[in-house]
């Protein structure tokens, strides 16, 4: 007799408690985790421990709310596993930016005050450039988990950057297409008055020309469009004539879906759509249910789904994550790259505080700009003179309706300095 299909989510439910338990038992010989249990967890706890305080600026209101809480659940999860370090308690102090500038004034005047040994923060471009200053004079060590701005970094000595630049994603998606899928016929759409991809691009350029040589001899068609129809008729008309195998296009979900059932309609399915990293997000990662046929691949560092990836990229680290997530959360509860991220800047700030020896904010941060390939749960971190990291770059796609891991560049992308800093225009000047 066939099980019904609520029976069956029954027994997965039933199950799920038992195989977390089993893998955490798997885990517990591994390496990476024992070095990491040996430093933060075994050193006895009492009432009498000495403590420090870690700040955490997040928008927890306002329009980037959503993000800021992703990261701010990342954080709590390393502080719960990794809560106490040489015999220090680690104390978190969470402080709202409320999605604008002068929220995040507000706030970081306040953190510093606080004096913690060091902070996370903060989801959002300019609320990121904002805070630089004042943690320069704090001498705070400071990391941001997913603010791409190169600017953040370059302008403040203190401080760090989790995930890679959007010049780093640019190379990243270039190597792919040029070397992975070996194409001679790539597309570049950019959309008008739009600056926010600027660096990706300059990103895309620089890396397709080192390895294909002149742009022309890889990149045969580079539009600029404004968002209708009309528009994406005439771009995708172009590049069924030109027989494009590869191009890049930056739009939102909605847009995105017109774009898709017109270049279905038009029948350039075979085609694969580069684009940015909010492709990960839930409401594109919905859409694309509607075009099963179209292949997306763009910067995204899906630690859940990151089994099948081979490269050093995975670690023992990013399996803990997994596990420690799901029990916290729910296994319903998808855990994004902002939160994997802010996880992994939590785990970096305690162990050059490990490493430092000290609580003095010039001394965790050498020992940051000391890490070689210390292993977290998104890959391997290194950081440069700009306190931007120097790795790899996880490429995803999108199967069973949920990112995953399709390709780790074979080189390492270093972020790149701004001449001009003019160049650069901030996600959004109210944030």
Request: glycine residues 6%; charged residues 25%; negative net charge.
């Amino acid at each position: 007799m066939a099980v019904k299909k609520d029976t069956k989510k029954s027994i997965k439910k039933l199950l799920l408690p038992v195989v977390l338990i089993l893998a955490a038992f798997v885990l517990s010989g591994c390496s990476t985790w024992s070095s990491f249990r040996e430093t933060f967890i075994s050193a006895p706890q009492s009432d009498t421990d000495p403590s420090i305080t870690i700040g955490v600026i997040e928008p927890q209101t306002g329009r980037y709310a959503a993000k800021g809480k992703d990261e701010i659940k990342g954080i709590e999860l390393a502080n719960s596993i990794y809560n106490n370090v040489d015999g220090y308690k680690v104390k978190l102090v969470k402080v709202d930016t409320q999605s604008t500038v002068a929220g995040t004034e507000t706030a970081i005047k306040a953190l510093t005050e606080m004096h913690p040994v060091a902070i996370i923060g903060a989801a959002g471009e300019a609320s990121s450039l904002t805070i630089g200053e004042y943690v320069d004079e704090a001498q705070i060590p400071t990391i941001t988990p997913a603010a791409t701005n190169p600017l953040i970094t370059q302008n403040s000595a203190y401080y760090f950057r989790a995930c890679v630049t959007e010049s780093q994603m640019g190379e990243g998606l270039a190597e792919y297409a040029a070397k992975e899928l070996a194409s001679k016929k790539i597309a570049v759409i950019s959309i008008k008055n739009d600056s926010s991809v600027s660096a990706l691009l300059d990103g895309f350029d620089r890396r397709i020309k080192k390895i294909a040589g002149k742009r022309g001899r890889a990149v045969k068609v580079t539009e600029e469009i404004s968002p209708v129809e009309e528009d994406m008729k005439a771009v995708l008309t172009e590049l069924r004539k030109n027989s494009i195998d590869v191009c890049f296009v930056s739009m939102g979900a909605e847009e995105m879906n017109t774009f898709f059932t017109m270049a279905e309609d038009m029948g350039l399915e075979n085609v694969t759509f580069l684009g940015t990293r909010i492709w990960g997000d839930a409401s594109f990662i919905s859409m694309m249910a509607n075009h099963p046929g179209i292949k997306v691949v763009f910067p995204y560092e899906s630690v859940l789904t990151k089994n099948d990836d081979t490269s050093d990229t995975y670690t023992e680290e990013a399996q803990r994550f997994q596990i420690e997530y799901a029990n916290r959360y729910g296994a319903d509860d998808t855990p994004t790259d902002n939160a994997a991220l802010a996880y992994d800047s939590y785990l970096l700030l305690i162990n050059a505080f490990h490493n430092a020896k000290s609580t003095e904010g010039a001394d965790i941060r050498r020992a940051m700009f000391d890490f070689n390939g210390l292993k977290c749960a998104t890959g391997l971190f290194t950081f440069d003179d700009n306190g931007n990291v120097v790795r790899s770059v996880t490429l995803s796609t999108i199967k069973d309706g949920k990112p995953v891991t399709e390709y780790v560049t074979k080189t390492e992308a270093e972020a790149r300095e701004l001449e001009d800093l003019e160049d650069v225009v901030s996600e959004d000047s109210g944030n």
